[in-house]
C-alpha cells in the first residue's frame, strides 16, 4: 500500500531552517509527481510547493518562494523540503502528498522565538 512519512519538523526560531523528509513507499516513486501541502489550525490546507517526477519542474506558492526548496531522491524514494528564512506565519502541519488522494500523517513546523 501506498504510503507517505514525513519527518523533520520541530520548533525554530525566526530566521531559522528546517529540512523536512517524506519517505515513500508502496509505488513507483520515480514517475511519480508529488506535492507539499501545509495547514495551520482554523485554516485551509494550502499548496507549498509541487515537483515533477524526475526533479526537473518545481513550482512554489508565492508566499514561500525564495525561501523554500522541493526536491527529491528518487533512488531513495524520498522527497524533501528545505525551508530558509522561516517566518512566524510558516507555522503549520506540513504533509506530504501523491496524486490521487495520498497524504502523509504530517509534521508539526513551528516557528517562534
Known amino acids: 500500500q501506498v504510503q507517505l512519512v514525513e519527518s523533520g519538523g520541530g520548533l525554530v526560531q525566526p530566521g531559522g531552517s528546517l529540512r523536512l523528509s517524506c519517505a515513500t513507499s508502496?509505488?513507483?516513486?520515480?514517475?511519480?509527481?508529488m506535492n507539499w501541502h501545509r495547514q495551520a489550525p482554523g485554516k485551509e490546507r494550502e499548496l507549498v510547493a509541487v515537483?515533477?517526477?524526475?526533479?526537473?519542474?518545481?513550482k512554489y506558492a508565492d508566499s514561500v518562494k525564495g525561501r523554500f526548496t522541493i526536491s527529491r531522491d528518487n533512488a531513495k524514494n524520498t522527497m524533501y523540503l528545505q525551508m530558509n528564512s522561516l517566518k512566524a506565519e510558516d507555522t503549520a502541519v506540513y504533509y506530504c502528498?501523491?496524486?490521487?488522494?495520498?497524504w502523509g500523517q504530517g509534521t508539526q513546523v513551528t516557528v517562534s522565538s
Open positions: 508502496g509505488f513507483t516513486f520515480s514517475t511519480s509527481p
Open positions: 515537483i515533477s517526477s524526475a526533479g526537473g519542474i518545481t
Open positions: 502528498y501523491r496524486g490521487p488522494n495520498y
